[in-house]
């Protein structure tokens, strides 16, 4: 008798332990986890995507600028040799 009592622990805890520990709960955290992954991804490309168009808005006029004198200085020239000619 007093051996059973000390098995019969050691098979309650062995039982009560063991099937918790067959739980496969990875797939549940691998869905949260490309959930926050996606999450934090879209944010990064909305921001990004806003820092980019604000770069664009602030270049543009100096851009256009650029362009038309090298445009114009192009034609100048152009003319320039057909007077020479």
Do not use: H, W
Request: proline letters at 2%; glycine letters at 2%.
């Amino acid at each position: 008798m007093k051996n059973l009592l000390p098995i019969s622990i050691i098979l309650f805890i062995l039982v009560s332990i063991f099937p918790t520990s067959c739980i496969d709960d990875s797939a549940e955290l691998d869905i949260a986890f490309k959930n926050s992954v996606d999450t934090l991804y879209n944010r990064g490309i909305k921001q990004f995507n806003k820092d980019l168009d604000s770069i664009c808005t602030m270049q543009k006029d100096s851009l256009i600028l650029y362009n038309m004198d090298s445009i114009k200085n192009i034609r100048l020239k152009e003319i320039e040799k057909l007077i020479r000619k």
